[in-house]
């Protein structure tokens, strides 16, 4: 059984940053496509950033046009922990915090973005920004 388990979300000021971690089965991890996902009151869950691995195409990595710039999706293979660096957060950017993993390689930004190429999910973590 795959299970994912998210850390770090808590209450921080507009401006400030935050560090998001998952941390997942070791035995899939390296050859899943890990993202980060987030969902507001009353809003759909929406895509945030992935990152994907092989050995044909190397590191991609895909960050959702909201937070290109302020975040950053990081993995770590060696402690099966994938990661999501939040700088410059807004209000607009509270929400909880979800992450995924898909048994797929991605090669583009559709795909990555796509819920239904994400097979298990964890139970999230919330971010709340206060202006």
């Known amino acids: 059984q795959v299970q994912l388990v998210e850390s770090g979300g808590r209450l921080v000021q507009a401006g400030g940053s935050l560090s998001l971690s998952c941390t997942t089965s070791?035995?899939?991890?390296?050859?899943?496509?890990m993202g980060w996902f987030r969902q507001a009151p009353g809003k759909e869950r929406e895509f945030v950033a992935a990152?994907?691995?092989?050995?044909?195409?190397?590191?991609?990595?895909y960050h959702a046009d909201s937070v290109k710039g302020r975040f950053t999706i990081s993995r770590d293979n060696a402690k099966n922990t994938v990661y999501l660096q939040m700088n410059g957060l807004k209000p607009e950017d509270t929400a909880v915090y979800f992450c995924?993993?898909?048994?797929?390689?991605?090669?583009?930004?559709?795909?990555?973005?796509?819920?239904?190429?994400?097979?298990?999910w964890g139970q999230g973590t919330q971010v709340t920004v206060s202006s």
């Open positions: 990152k994907t691995q092989s050995a044909w195409s190397g590191d991609i990595s």
């Open positions: 070791g035995h899939i991890f390296s050859r899943y496509l």
């Open positions: 995924a993993a898909g048994a797929i390689h991605c090669s583009d930004y559709g795909c990555a973005a796509s819920r239904n190429n994400y097979n298990y």
